[in-house]
């Protein structure tokens, strides 16, 4: 319903008196509205993917749609192929920013699922489902720009991010200053343990920091049959290995999790059984759910390393490097987000998360910075996430852009 005849002063009050009963009924409306626009970009998305880094193609079709719904942006934003866009809501100026944001890049996985939409790339696939997180923002922001007339007054950021998976797209936009204005940030995973439109939340630490080391050991090669002329770099990677499980089952309290896996473990050469390599090269990934854990486990990993290597004669070189920190959402933002999916969805609909997940998410760069929140969306998918079958799918679509619109327009409201 539009009210056309209303003079601006009365249109203001009637936007001031705007409540959730009032709104919600033209909020889904206009989803209704969009939703085969949105379906047929989560396809076309899912048919082109780009691998982290490259999401050209991607940012060029966001902006081209941002562009034709009058919605202003910057592309290429912190000289990424990330799009920032802005809605200014309301009448008169308000104070608070509120950012949704969305990833866009795919994996390097060869899809196996026969759909309409499999990907056309080879070897490239949407296995994380950032084609349906970049489709429900772009839904988000279309509804929202159609109502902004009528949300409290404010802005709304929209950030289009690329390279999640390689943890070198929200750093870069963090470092550009793209939530330098913003009070509050929101997103949302695909999750397929959970059924299309059932929203999973949890406080707190939801997701590890993620880091790495690598390691050589240097040793002394030499003839397999004389071992005691070398220095075996394969028998004190050996140790190595197994020592360093007693970190986390020795030194660490039984109910705080942590994970130091040994991924990689490279010695000697293929074409010989006789031969005592002088090099081993480790790597491994290290997590934590509590960032004072993390900052402890390099000392940790590196004083069994060195007690190793010293007892065997070998010396090493130890390269420790931070990735992602620990994903910690922020209560007041979870608490918006419930509130919004009982409103939205049901109550029924709104599930409390038995345990957070050794996974990790740059979406923590924000949400060290700012109040972040992140909530889980069903997919229902029968696949897990970063295989081959995975699939986003249509069916969260309807769900996930109502809940960012309205936790959008209750933000700008009453902030949390
Ligand atoms: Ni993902």
Sequence with gaps: ??????????RSLYNATMTTIDFLPRLRAAVADVLPEIIALRRDLHQHPELSG??????????????????AHETRVGDTWGVVGVIESGQGRGDKTFALRGDMDALPINEERETAYKSQIPGVMHAC??????????????????LKDDLPPGRIKLVFQPAEETVRGADVLVAAGVVDDVDAILML???????????????GAVMASSDQFLLTINGKGGHG???????????????????????????I??????????TQFFAGTPAATNVIPGTAKLGATVRAL???????LPERIERIIAGICAAHRATYEFSYSYGTPVTVNDTSVMNLVREVGRDVLGAENIVELPEPTMGAEDFAYYAQKIPGGMFRLGTGCEHLLHTPKYDYGDAPLES?????AESARRFLEKGV
Excluded: C, K
Excluded at 54 to 71: D, K
Excluded at 246 to 251: F, G, K, L, N, T
Excluded at 290 to 296: G, H, I, N, Q
Excluded at 400 to 404: D, K, R, S, V
């Design 1 to 10: 319903m539009r009210i056309a005849p209303f003079s601006l002063s009365l």
């Design 54 to 71: 490259s999401e050209e193609r991607t940012a060029g079709i966001v902006s081209e749609m941002l562009m034709r719904n009058g919605i």
């Design 129 to 146: 489902g950032h084609d349906g997180h970049t489709a429900n923002l772009m839904g988000a922001a279309l509804v929202l720009n159609r």
């Design 189 to 203: 995973h695909g999750w397929p343990r959970l059924a299309p439109g059932v929203v999973g939340v949890r406080d």
């Design 225 to 251: 049959a004389y071992p005691h002329d070398t220095i075996d770099p394969i028998a004190v990677g050996a140790q190595i290995v197994s020592n360093l499980q007693s970190i986390v089952s020795r030194e």
């Design 253 to 262: 309290s039984p109910t705080t999790p942590a994970v130091v896996s040994v």
């Design 290 to 296: 509590s960032p004072a854990l993390r900052d402890e």
């Design 400 to 404: 996930g852009i109502l809940m960012f």
